[in-house]
């Protein structure tokens, strides 16, 4: 898909706009694989010798976290781009490349599979499976996404100018159809589909703003003109509105979390 296949020309920009992932989030997306009984080492590094698989996993943004909890993570994605910088900010991760319809590791090798602002992307249909056959019995299938809270105004404004070519705003994203493909296609393989959300607002300003915005997939292929033009009326409503028009704000953000355990 062309729209799947073009961050790798702003890579850069990716790592510097896009938002993170809330800690809460990915403990709440490790905690089925992480035994209760181990607690927390020294260092509060609760996932200390789970080995992770960030699938889909970037420039980085969701690796970066994992790791900081003590995970033993394997970062893979199909784009070299997306990779190379992942690499060039984590380089004591093993990053390699592959898809989630074609896992290059072995059955049961490892303890999660997470996948940050990616299920979206795959093939569930043949994804599924091979993430149900590189995790370990009790291991645990997670994905994350960020979305912009559009239970605020200004924020359902910016959705309306930018017409449909950013990411799926938190109304959208609790309306998908994510959860109930991810039950369907994983039917005897995982347990039940839980979900949670979790609070993430971002500091922005108006023009690192429109910076991220530039950085969906959607703009991305639009034509330069059409692209341009978006992003001029985007700045413009920005500037308008009382919100976001004096210097620092916070983008209210909402990151929707997915989780089920492998049988």
């Known amino acids: 898909m062309r729209r799947g296949s073009s961050f790798g020309a702003v ?94 590791l072995a059955d049961g090798s490892v303890d999660a599979v997470i996948c940050g602002q ?11 499976p091979q993430m149900a056959r590189v995790l370990a019995t009790g291991g645990v299938l997670a994905g994350m996404w960020n979305c912009d809270d559009d239970r605020a105004q200004w924020v359902a404004g910016l959705h309306a100018v930018a017409n449909g070519a950013l990411s799926a705003a938190l109304s959208t994203r609790r309306a998908d159809s994510i959860a109930p493909d991810l039950a369907r296609t994983g039917a005897g393989l995982f347990t039940r589909v839980e979900r949670a959300e979790f609070p993430n607002g971002q500091r922005r300003t108006a023009a690192s703003l429109v910076d991220a915005l530039a950085t969906h997939s959607k703009l991305l292929v639009m034509a330069p003109a059409e692209r341009d033009r978006l992003l001029a009326a985007a700045g413009a409503y920005l500037a308008a509105r009382p919100e976001t028009s004096q210097g620092e704000f916070t983008l209210p ?4 979390a997915l989780r089920a355990v492998r049988r």
């Open 118 to 128: 990616a299920m979206h992307w795959f093939d569930l249909t043949v994804a599924v």
């Open 253 to 256: 953000m909402i990151t929707v």
């Open 11 to 104: 890579a850069a920009a990716y790592a510097e706009h896009r938002p993170d992932y809330p800690e809460a989030a990915v403990r709440w997306c490790l905690a089925p694989a992480t035994p209760e009984a181990a607690g927390r080492d020294a260092a509060g590094r609760d996932a200390a010798g789970l080995r992770v698989l960030d699938l889909g996993a970037g420039t980085g943004k969701l690796t970066a976290a994992l790791a900081r909890l003590g995970a033993d993570v394997t970062a893979m994605d199909p784009d070299a781009g997306m990779l190379a910088e992942l690499s060039s900010r984590l380089p004591g991760v093993r990053a390699l490349p592959g898809s989630a319809e074609a896992i290059p």
